[in-house]
Nanobody, 120 residues
C-alpha cells in the first residue's frame, strides 16, 4: 500500500485549501482512510476519517470547517479545509487501516505528509 499526499501550501487565515491523497494497492472503499496532523512541537493528532460505507468522523477542532471525501474511481481521498486558522498549521498525513480501533490508535499505512501553513 502506498499513499501519496499533496496539496499543502501557505495560505492566509480564513482561506481554504484542499489536500489530496492518492492510494495504490488499496481501495478507498475498504477499511478506514483518513487524516492526521502534527504541528511543530506537538504530538500527531487525529483530524478526520472515512469509514467503509462512507460515514465520516472529525476532530472537534475541525468539525464544521473540514470535509473529507473520496473519489473511488480515482482512488483518491480529499480533505477540504475551509476557514483555516493559524492553529491549523501542521504537516498533514493521510493514513489507512483495516479497522477503526487500529486506525484511531496507530494506522498501519501512512503517506509522506504535506505541510500546511496558515498565516494570521
Amino acid at each position: 500500500v502506498q499513499l501519496q499526499a499533496s496539496g499543502g501550501g501557505l495560505v492566509q487565515a480564513g482561506n481554504s485549501l484542499r489536500l489530496s491523497c492518492a492510494a495504490s494497492g488499496r481501495s478507498f472503499s475498504n477499511g478506514v482512510m483518513g487524516w492526521f496532523r502534527q504541528a511543530p512541537g506537538k504530538e500527531r493528532e487525529f483530524v478526520s476519517a472515512m469509514f467503509r460505507g462512507g460515514s465520516t468522523h472529525y476532530a472537534e477542532s475541525v468539525k464544521g470547517r473540514f470535509t473529507i471525501s473520496s473519489d473511488n474511481a480515482k482512488n483518491t481521498m480529499y480533505l477540504q479545509m475551509n476557514s483555516l486558522k493559524p492553529e491549523d498549521t501542521a504537516v498533514y498525513y493521510c493514513a489507512a487501516d483495516d479497522t477503526i480501533p487500529s486506525f484511531m490508535v496507530s494506522p498501519d499505512h501512512w503517506g509522506q505528509g504535506t505541510l500546511v501553513t496558515v498565516s494570521s
